[in-house]
């Protein structure tokens, strides 16, 4: 587990830590993916309070986003961009990839980015309490449904790249990584809970079916793009 959460630290996050660990240790640790998020996710909730005793909540919320762009280096946000950039380009599979590629953000990354900010500013006044553990929650959540577009997953490229070395993930392993966000989830806000992460899976299902019919398998920035879009179906389902 050590080995595993180190690796995420230094793979998913800017925190420093000078160990060498082996690669593997990224496909071995994916039942501990969501617990990862759940670490991050208390840094920013520790951050979200120490700013909410000095600020109105939603302005705490919205530097609390920017703490996340910090603390991560914008890693999920990135493929997010490049996701909408590719699928949305309506060309064909090889250039889609050519174009997830490509280091420059186009149109359709930065309306992805900007609905995806707009959404969850608005959404705060409606979220339910309490707010610290939505911000927890969005980050385990995130991982969770990484691990979820790992089942049977299959890599789209010809050759190995950030996503290829999550190939191979065992179901166990996955359904292992979804414990502790249900458990949550249910523990804190009940029924409405359960069904926010419903919504997760469900839209986990439409979701790879849908990078399937584009590109026939996923990459590092598909499986990335929907740590992000596992966050907003959460809080669809916390605000119905």
């Not at 496909?27 to 520790?46: C, D, E, N, Q, T």
């Not at 919205?62 to 997010?80: E, I, M, S, W, Y």
């Not at 793009?225 to 389902?237: D, T, Y």
Request: aromatic share 14%; charged share 15%.
């Amino acid at each position: 587990m050590i080995q595993s959460l180190i690796i995420y630290t230094q793979f998913f996050s800017r925190i420093p830590i000078n160990k060498a660990v082996d690669l593997s240790y990224l496909r071995k640790g994916v039942p501990f993916l969501s617990l990862f998020g759940a670490l991050m996710g208390g840094i920013l909730a520790l951050v979200y309070l120490g700013l909410a005793c000095f600020l109105p909540h939603q302005v705490a919320f919205l530097l609390t986003l920017l703490a996340d762009v910090l603390l991560t280096g914008g890693f999920h946000l990135d493929a997010l961009a490049d996701t909408a950039d590719g699928l949305f380009s309506s060309r064909k599979k090889n250039r889609m990839l050519e174009i997830m590629k490509d280091s420059r953000i186009g149109s359709n990354g930065v309306l992805a980015l900007i609905f995806y900010y707009l959404f969850l500013f608005v959404s705060y006044p409606y979220l339910p309490e309490p707010r610290w553990f939505i911000v927890l929650s969005l980050a385990m959540i995130g991982k969770a449904g990484l691990a979820l577009q790992l089942f049977k997953m299959t890599y789209a490229r010809p050759k190995g790249g950030t996503g290829d070395f999550f190939s191979g993930t065992r179901t166990w392993a996955i359904l292992l990584s979804q414990v502790l966000p249900l458990g949550l989830l249910l523990l804190v806000f009940g029924r409405k809970g359960l069904f926010a992460y419903g919504l997760v899976v469900a839209s986990a299902v439409v979701y790879r079916r849908f990078v399937y019919q584009k590109i026939d398998g996923h990459t590092g920035d598909t499986l990335g793009a929907f740590v992000e879009v596992a966050q907003v179906f959460m809080i669809v389902g916390l605000l119905l």
